[in-house]
């Protein structure tokens, strides 16, 4: 039976989901809105860790969507949380500007240079990868340093098809090192019992929305959630069929899917 009208929570994938690149897809705002006519939240909730919240804030105001910091959850945010539990003398950040400022915002002991008291090498999507960063990844996995990375993610979709993402980055470093890093965001719960937390809705309120089924579906799954599996991005029919991850619900887009809760 489909309960899609009763969710109140909707938790949204970005890149693949509402828009790519700088197109936003058909129907996006309609859902948006049909989500605040009904009295409910959505959470956008994002693997990326390139870049900060402010700059999705950017982003989306110029696809005309209006959006807060409230409107987020990154995984650096549950990455932050993570490594603050830990306890860390000093962690290499191996990401872009933009998330090592994240990280040192946070109160995070930062660095991006070898240094002899680093005991933690935490990794982003770097859209700012050099050669450099690879070798002083692999000399700091080489000396057994914790080893943690914001997400799995092997490709990041843009206009022409695909660029390599967190996870293929980590595969690179372990056929170097032999090492694997703890993964933190999507396909981890964390995220998404985050965001309940934050808005006070209950799981049997709550959906994700996605286009891959190895981050975000199994996210939702492993929050025991609702997952709604978008044919806009990354992932295929195919993909579903091979999987033993299983999406609740399937559609074309987030068009689609808007005029099934409209029309119902």
Known sequence: MNDLKNKKLFLLDM?????????????????????????????????????????????LDKLGIKSTTDDFLTSTDATVLYLKKKRYKKIYAFGTSSFKEQLENSGLPITDKLENDIDCLCMGFDTELSFQKLEDACILLGKGVDYIATNPDWVCPTWYGYVPDCGSVSEMLYNATKRRPIFIGKPEPTMALLAMEKTGFKKHETALIGDRLYTDIACGVNAGISSIFVLSGEGTIEDVEKSEIKPKYIYNDIKELYLDLHIK
């Open 15 to 59: 890149d693949g989901t509402i828009y790519l690149d700088d197109d936003l897809f058909d129907g996006t705002l309609d859902f948006l809105n049909y989500v605040k006519k009904i009295g409910g939240r959505y959470i956008f909730l994002t693997n990326n860790s390139s870049k900060g919240i402010d700059k999705y804030i950017e982003k």
